[in-house]
Structure formats: structure tokens, C-alpha cells
């Protein structure tokens, strides 16, 4: 876009989000960003002397030098309020001691263009925002060089950039880049402006303490459930037992309920019943709580299936067994070849999984007719946004929405049903008074809206050297994109590739493959997690891979190299972990086990070392991961994520299940969804062997392969398979 | 009404004597510090200390706690370990979501009060009841440990 002299401040801040993103040509800056009012069209006030300056969408730089930089992402854990402002603050050459971050508003400047929203998910936040971060900070970094040309006389050429300062070696002179400010805001923001060669970075790829760490360690972080305003009202909702629909569609209705009993608790406020079940309103959680459970719901059961997991199970086994819509086929004889003689196939099966993030879900939310804002931790405040205008009859302009850090998520704050927005907006429409609508963990573990269960079958048949010359796999599952209401669209195949993540791409090199899913339409709704259908299919893949190697003799990770020449990172992370781990000589009794996964333009290779002990089962000695995401922007972080997911796969793969019965999930607490505590949690190592180029997604990566490497290591260590999850189910894990 | 002891500080509360002290906490007095995580003592989100112990606040009615002296997350940097705790914490990118930690510096703190050097069995032992589904137990045991070198 061309640029003209002369534009106003407000066309300049046009330029710079579009300077800064290269995505926003047709939102202006100011519809959205700036202080909401009920017209939601505030534009910020020119700079006056001694007020910072909003440089662009991403950058506040005030005359004391500080620099503030908003950051569209949620921070649901994974850093991102670290390592966004570390991609900006390298071009813009920031004093990294005086930078400091900011959740930015809900608007268009803060989309992801790998999700065209503000949706943090996919492990896309880092690869998504990284150039157009750097350009951000490029361009308000050369627009103060320019304003200290200006003020000095001299030509820009021969001033450099350092810690903040703009600095004149020849004229022996310096200016701050706060003192600079207001005379930069009006230069010309450069379209293209140049960046920096990666060999010279100074914030990128250093291991930097997280801008919100000592908040989060000292309890000062408001989280959406800590927030609060005036005259706040606490809801909780009674929902049917059976997370058999979508919010008042399919699911069990109330049919009667014992209000009297309810509003006898002190501090109750009022009972009423909405599409998603009858809420409680009170002054206080403690005193909703007992209001709910003197409520007596009686549910008026519908005419959904009220399914249960060893039905669906059987059902799903049934399934294994005929071909389903073919989402892959390479080579040709696949299919033929696996109904001959010598085929080697086994079958997979794995639950439902809560996300169960620490922090239960809540919404904070504000609404009298034609005005409303919202608080709350979600990884898509946008499209929750658009779910609660329409729930309130508004515009989505007309609503504030502000984005908290959450409590944790992994996937569970990103629905494309929006269901605790919408359900919050539900509450609102008929309260309309300041309102918390909170989730005990009981309501988080039996809400429904999860990782989906799974049946895989894979298939193969071995040729020269026992290397496969065929492999067929077979997917059961419900749609994660039918739930989010593109049934008919999933019918044509491509869009259900979805299901078939980490088969349809197998890195191996295989001559024949032939893929293909069956879309069960159970009604529970499902939702993904953290690295989503590579979370089964990868698993059953990684452990079949080891079936593989051990039917033709061979060691599972020269079998692994063998079928790995054409895929060099891959191999190199393999290699890594390998040496790593010291792959072939563990201690005595323990044993090994090792798989390998590849998305979201990363690769990761993990050895898993465990013990497995006739009286005390299953004990985990030690996880190795290598790494390979291109570039690092915080090595620290990086690792942390990949120690994360080793905690959180290793939880689900030996104790995760939600068991169904009749429709309703009989888990409800910690101790029933237990997860991996202090105890059991081995030693981790992770290892960094980065190829360079633009960084790829990691926190997703290192979930799908560390399973199935835990499982290898038990078949090395009793000589049995393992082919249904939960681990605990088969072993003693104390 | 009763009178609580929290921080150091004596706070008047008006609530039911059965009420748990995570909702006094919380909803009464606005110490938002400390987290609800499960509500039946499972996860240790709401670990607080009565009279120097690591306590489950979301099973304790506040209304038997008399004079007992309680410690939130708020208050606990006033110590000389837990404040190294904290630092500690901030400075090995300790937090991911950051929700359990209040409960794990709770439980940390009281365990290095207690015991200086801490084994990793002591470790076990005290941060078990502590979840953290972000999984950073390996950098809460470091932590640990570095902190017990410093004292």
C-alpha cells in the first residue's frame, strides 16, 4: 500500500497496524482498540508532552523510557505474554529490562493470521506472530531513528540502536527512545521496514524469566475468577447430568425443581432456568453451592441416545472392521495386500479426556440493555464475543471484552461452541446485574466437551529388510469439525482430515498407505486437546511402529532410522534423544522405549526409561525429549513446554478416562480424574537441536509421542502390549 | 461475626461459622490469592497455614479457627523464606498458568520452614498433595532446592 504525506494521525495508526501486520488493510485501528464506549469508535487522544505514545497496536513506549507491548494471544500458560513481546522487542532494539506486557483489547489488529481471529490455539502463536511482530517493532524503530536524525541534523545512516536509545557514535550522543517519542510519532511509518539478521539477535533465542512470573508467584494475578466490581452476584448452574447436547439443544431438560429449598440458604438471590439448566444466583459461591444442592433438579430425559463407553466401545470395534471414507492412498495394493496372509494389525482404543484445567471455567459478566462487558480467561475472546451478542441481541462492538489470564486450558477455553460465554450471556440477559458464572471441578470433569474417544486399527504388511511395504490405518471417532457444526461439509473428506492428524502425514517412508475414518455421531460434544487427534492416532502409530520393528527383529530405533532417511530433522531429533538417553544401555531393570512426532512445523523424538515391578508395577524413571522447532524465541520457556507436556500426556496416557454410563460421566474430582503428582513425575530432560529458520509451534509437540514411548518401554520390560488406555487398567501404578 | 487472624491482622468477618476459609478468603475478605481448585482438599490449590501448617482452606470452616494465626499467599513474602520461595519461583520460570502456584509456595515454604534441606523424598513427601496440571513439578523440585542452598 502506497503510503501519502500529510495523513492524519489517524490514518498513520492505519499504516502502522498494517506496517505491523500486513493483515488488517481493511479494520482501522481505532474501531475497536481504543476505550470502548457503547459506540465502541474511541480514538485515542493525539500525545500530549509527558504521555506515552501508542506507536502502534502493539506498542505503548512512555517518556520515562518504559515500553508496554499488548499481546493479542491469551497467556494460558504457555508464555506468550513472555515471548511475543520478545519478537517485538528484539526489532524495536527495546531495553528488555523495561519492557512489560499488556493483554490487548478484543479487535481485528490482534488477529493471528494463522487463525484469522484471536484464537490461541493450534501451537500457532509463535509461527503465526513472529514477522509480524518483528515488522512492528522494525517500523517503530525506524521511525525513531529518524525523529533522532531529524532533531540532530545527521543522516540516519550513521545512527545505531541499542537498549532503548538511539545512539550518534560520531557526534558522541544519545536520546532515548522515550525522549524521542513524541517526536517519532510523527514520521512516517515505514511500509517494509528492514529486519534484523537472526545472527544478530538479542532478546530472540536468550533464556528470559517470564514478565509474569513473579506475579504469578506472589498470588497477585487476577484471573477470571478472582476478578471483581461492585455488587457482584455468583451463579452456579444445575446442567443435566448428561452432557448429551449443545446448551438447550438434545441434552435432558429440567422439569421441576425445588426453588423453596434453594432461596432457604442465606445469601441466595434469586433461581431461574435458562437453555443450559437452572441457575442459582447468589452473594456468594459458598452460598450458591448450598443453594444447588438444595435444588432437586428432576430432568426431563431426551430422545437422545444416553450413550455408554462399553456400548460406544462395541460399537466402534464393530466399525474397525469396514472401510470407512478414504482420507489417504498412496501407492497402490494397500488395501489387498491387508486382507491377504502375514498381515501384522492391532487395534487401539482411548477415552474420553477432561482438559481439566486448575481453573475452573468462569465468566464475569456485566449486562443492562444495550450495554455489556465481560471478563474472562479464553483462548478466543472474539468468537466468544460474537456468541454473547447474539445471545444478547447486541453488536459485538457493544461489547467489552476483556481477556484474562487463564487458569489453564489445553484446549478447553477454545470452543467453538463458546459454551461458557454463551451460557454466562444467558445468565445476564435475565439477571441484568454484575454476575460470575463459576464451574465447581465436578461441573469442568462431567460438563462434557471432550477429547474424544478413539478406536485405530493399523495394519501392515513387511517386505525386504522387514521394512513395511504396506500400512493401512483405520480411524473411529466423532468429528472435532461436525462440532462445530459442519457435518455436511465433513461428509466431503477433506475437511475430516482433521481426524486423521498424524496418520494421513506419516513421516515414515512407506510405499503403500491407505487411510481412512469413520465419523461416529455420538451426541456427546467433543472438543480438542492439546495436540487433538495426534493424541490417539499418533500414540497408536508410535506403539504399531514398535510392533512393526520387533515382528521383523530389529532394534525399534535403527527400525525407526531406517524408515526415516528422507525426513533429516526428524532423524536429527531422533539421533538427539538417543544419545541423550543413552538409548540400549539403561540401568538395570529399567528399559526403554522411544517414539517420534512431527506437526505445527516442529519435530520432537522422546525416550521414556521406566521399571515395571511384579508388587509395586509400573515406575517411571526418566523422560528424554529432543527438539527441533527451527528457531527458539525463548529457549527456557521452550523446554518448560515440553516438560508440561510431558506431565499432561503421561497424566492422560496412564490415568485419564471419563467412563460413561447412560450419558453421565462417572468421574467428577481429582480422585476419581486423577493426574500425575510430584511423586510420579520422573525426571525430565530436554534437549535442543534447532535447524534454525522461522520458529515452528511447541506447545502441542510434546504430547502425542511420549505415550506410545512409555508404552514401547513397557512391552521392552514385560513383553506385553498394552493397546487401551488408561495404563492403569492393565498395571499397578502407585 | 467472628474475628480472624490473618496476615497479622485481625479481620471482622460476617459469615456462616461452617463457610470454608478458601470462601472467606476469597469472597469476604477479597484475598484472591488464594485459588479454588477442587473444593474437597484434592489439589492443593487453596494451601494456606494455619499456625505455621500447610493447610486445605477449602475444608476448613472458618468459623472454628478461634485465634489460630493464618498465612495466605499474600502475606507469606513477609518471611524470610518465603520470600526467597517467590524469588526463586520468578527467577527458574517456575509458573506456566501460574494458577496452583499460590499452593505450591505455600506448601514449598512451609516444607523449607520446616526442614532447610530438604530431600527429594521430603519433596515427595510435602508436594504430593500439590497438583499442577501444567506439570511443572521437576522445576518446583529445582526451586526447592535452590532455595535450600541458599539458607
Known sequence: MAQQEGWSRREFLRVSAIAGGGLLAACSFQQESGTVGTDGTQAPPPPAPGEAWQANAFVRIAPDNRITILVGAAEIGQGASTAVPMMLAEEL?????QVSWEQSPTARDYANPRTFS????????????????????????????????????????????????????AGARSASYGELALEAAQQRAPTNPA????????????????????????????????????????????????????????ADTPQSWNREAAMAVPGMVDVFAVDAGVVVVAQDFWAAQQGRERLDVQWQRSSRPHISSDEQRQRYTEKLDRLGLVLRRKGSGALLQLLGDGVISADYHFPYLAHAPMEPLNVVIDYAPDRCEIWTGTQWPDGDRRVAARVLGLQAEQIRFNNLPSGGSFGRRANSAHDFVDEAAQVAKVLQKPVKVMWTREDDIRGGYYR??????????????????????????????????????????????????????????????????????????????????????????????????????????????????????????????????????????????????????????????????????????????????????????????????????????????????????????????????????????????????????????????????????????????????????????? | MYTLSINGTARAVEAVADKPLLWVLRDDLRLTGTKYGCGRALCGACTVHVDGQPTRACVLPAGTLGEREVTTIEGIGASEIGRRVQQAWAEMNVPQCGYCQSGQVMAATALLTRIPHPTDRDIDEALSGNLCRCGMYTRIRAAIHRVAGEL
Not at chain 1, 532494539?93 to 529490562?97: L, P, R
Not at chain 1, 525523529?147 to 541499542?162: C, F, H, I, K
Not at chain 1, 444445575?238 to 438434545?250: D, E, K, T
Request: charged fraction near 20%; proline fraction near 6%; hydrophobic fraction near 45%.
Open chain 1, 118 to 169: 484471536q484464537l490461541t490455539a493450534g501451537s500457532a502463536t509463535i509461527a503465526g506472530l513472529y514477522m509480524p511482530q518483528r515488522r512492528a517493532g522494525a517500523a517503530i524503530r525506524a521511525m525513531l531513528v529518524r525523529a533522532a536524525a531529524r532533531r540532530w541534523g545527521v543522516s540516519e545512516d550513521r545512527l545505531r540502536t541499542e537498549a532503548s536509545q538511539v545512539i550518534d557514535d
Open chain 1, 93 to 97: 532494539d527495546a531495553d528488555w529490562s
Open chain 1, 195 to 250: 529486519l534484523k539478521n537472526p545472527g544478530d539477535f538479542r532478546i530472540i533465542g536468550k533464556a528470559k524469566r517470564r514478565l509474569d512470573g513473579a506475579q504469578k508467584a506472589n498470588g497477585s494475578t487476577v484471573f477470571g475468577s478472582d476478578f471483581h466490581i461492585p455488587d457482584l452476584l455468583t451463579a452456579l448452574i444445575a446442567r443435566p447430568p448428561a452432557p448429551i447436547g449443545r446448551l438447550g439443544f438434545g
Open chain 1, 452 to 734: 474424544p474417544s478413539a478406536s485405530c486399527r493399523l495394519s501392515a504388511t513387511l517386505g525386504a529388510e522387514g521394512l513395511p511395504s504396506s500400512l493401512a490405518a483405520r480411524v473411529v471417532v466423532q468429528s472435532l469439525v461436525g462440532n462445530i457444526g459442519l457435518d455436511e461439509l465433513a461428509s466431503f473428506g477433506g475437511a475430516e482430515s482433521n481426524s486423521a492428524q498424524g496418520l494421513s502425514d506419516l513421516p515414515y517412508a512407506v510405499p503403500n498407505q491407505l487411510v481412512d475414518a469413520h465419523n461416529s455421531y455420538d451426541p456427546v460434544p467433543v472438543l480438542w486437546m492439546r495436540s487433538v487427534s495426534a493424541g490417539f492416532n499418533v500414540h497408536a502409530r508410535e506403539c504399531f511402529i514398535d510392533e512393526l520393528a520387533h515382528a521383523a527383529g530389529q532394534d525399534p530405533l535403527q527400525y525407526r532410522r531406517s524408515l526415516l532417511q528422507a525426513e533429516p530433522r526428524l532423524l536429527a531429533v531422533l539421533d538427539a534423544a538417543a544419545a541423550t538417553a543413552g538409548w540400549g544401555a539403561p540401568a538395570p531393570c529399567r528399559h526403554q522405549g522411544v517414539a517420534v512426532f512431527s506437526a505445527y512445523g516442529s519435530h520432537i523424538a522422546q525416550v521414556v526409561e521406566a521399571s515395571v515391578d511384579v508388587a509395586s508395577g509400573l515406575k517411571l524413571h526418566r523422560v528424554v525429549s529432543a527438539v527441533d522447532c527451527g528457531t527458539a524465541i525463548n529457549p527456557d520457556l521452550l523446554v518448560a513446554q515440553i516438560e508440561s507436556a510431558v506431565v499432561f500426556s503421561l497424566s492422560s496416557v496412564m490415568f485419564g478416562e471419563i467412563r460413561l454410563e447412560d450419558g453421565v460421566p462417572q468421574q467428577g474430582n481429582f480422585h476419581d480424574y486423577p493426574m500425575l503428582r510430584m511423586y510420579q513425575t520422573p525426571r525430565i530432560d530436554t534437549v535442543l537441536v534447532n535447524s534454525g529458520g522461522e520458529p515452528g509451534g511447541v506447545g502441542e509437540l510434546g504430547v502425542p509421542a511420549v505415550g506410545a514411548a512409555l508404552a514401547n518401554a513397557i512391552f521392552a520390560a514385560t513383553g506385553e502390549r498394552i493397546r487401551e488406555l488408561p495404563l492403569r487398567k492393565r498395571l499397578v501404578i502407585e
